[in-house]
Every structure is written in structure tokens, then in C-alpha cells.
């Protein structure tokens, strides 16, 4: 497994002063450096693919753009202040994705479901509808819990649409994502171990994974639903 690569001080400290002079002259006139930093968490990233094959199947790595969109905005800064890239795991079979975020003092790791489709997200519910024991069971494992604390993500303010507000697990029926996040100190990041540390956090989320896998691969009655 790769575990000599690191994140160094010099990420950060381009990022805080991309931060503080967020404008394109500033950026052009320090692209050599940008490129040279994206290179190296373009590197770690590759690492943590790596390192996750071994143990899962990654379909696609994402290093996302450092540039933002305005166009929506409020906020007409022109790029972001942090490097961040995803992991989607292998086709229909294996569910769920992975996330890394590195800006000073509010970098962090996620994982989970951010955007189930209606589809899926409509599959959730009706499994925690019929039976939540063992998704609880799975969310509470020691490890797990100790790496990830709690299940995280937007929820509605009262029952989704044919499902009873009074429900006993309706806490978990009316999330709309389904997410982990750990929140990560400038320490943590720019330590020797923190690829291995990445890969032990992400590797302790399987149980979450392999269950919400089966759920979304089968139907109410177990069947599978895949050709």
C-alpha cells in the first residue's frame, strides 16, 4: 500500500493566501506555484485510490476545479480556497462515494450518500419504513462510531410525503442524505500518517456501505434488481 506521501505546509500556506488575495491578477502571477500544489494533492489523491483498491473498487477519482462558478453567486470571488477530490466506487453493485477536503482549519473527510436519487432515496425510506434495526445496528458499531460519530445530512421538518410522522424511526425516514463527516485539524492533515489514517477511516465505513449496497441492489422482498 502507499503511505509515503504526504500533504505539506506549502499546500495550506498557498491556500491562505490564495484566500487572501482572491483575484485573477494574484493568480496568474502565482500559477506556476497553483500547478505545483495541485500536482502534489493530485499525487496524494492517486495514493488514497491506491490504497482503496485494495480493499474496495473505485470507478472514478475526481480532483474538483479550483475555480468556481459565480454565476449564482453572491460571492463573485473567483476561486476556491481549498483542494478537494472524490471517489466513486465500482458501477451499480457497490454503492456509495468518498470525499477529501483540505483547506486550513476546516479540512475534513465524508463519506456516504450526498444525493440519492428519487429512486433510491424513495428505496431508503421504505426499508426504514419496514425494518430499522439492522441499519441502526450498523451506524452504532463501535468503530464506526468512534471514526465517524453521527449520521449526518439534510432532513425534512416533518414526514415525507405516505409515510406517518409518527413512525418510530421516522428520525431516520426523513433524511434526505445519508452522510458521515470527520472533521480533520491542520495537524492531522499535514502528519506523515495521514494517508494511512484516510484509508483506515474510509475502510471502517464498509459495514455502512455493504447494507446500503444490498438495500439499493434489491427490492422490499430481497430480490435483486440488477440484470
Known sequence: MASNITISKGVFDFLKELKRNNNR??????????????SE??????AVKTNLN??????????????????????????????AGSFSRLGTHLRGGYY???KPGESLLATGFWDPNKEDLFRIRKELEMDADE???VINQKELKETWGELRGDELKTAPKGFDKEHP????????????VR????????????????????KSIRPYFNLMSEILTTNLNGESILE
Open 25 to 38: 491578477d494574484w493568480f496568474e502571477a502565482h500559477k506556476t506555484d497553483f500547478k505545483k500544489h495541485q
Open 41 to 46: 494533492v493530485k499525487s496524494f489523491l492517486e
Open 54 to 83: 485494495h480493499h474496495d473498487d473505485i470507478e472514478k477519482m475526481k480532483l474538483f476545479r479550483i475555480y468556481r462558478d459565480v454565476r449564482f453567486s453572491k460571492d463573485k470571488t473567483p476561486y476556491k480556497s481549498h483542494f
Open 100 to 102: 477529501i477536503h483540505l
Open 135 to 137: 441499519f441502526r445496528k
Open 169 to 180: 424511526d421516522i428520525d431516520l425516514i426523513r433524511k434526505k442524505q445519508f452522510v458521515f
Open 183 to 202: 472533521n480533520l485539524t491542520d495537524k492531522e492533515v499535514l502528519s506523515p500518517s495521514f494517508l494511512d489514517e484516510v484509508d483506515k477511516s474510509f
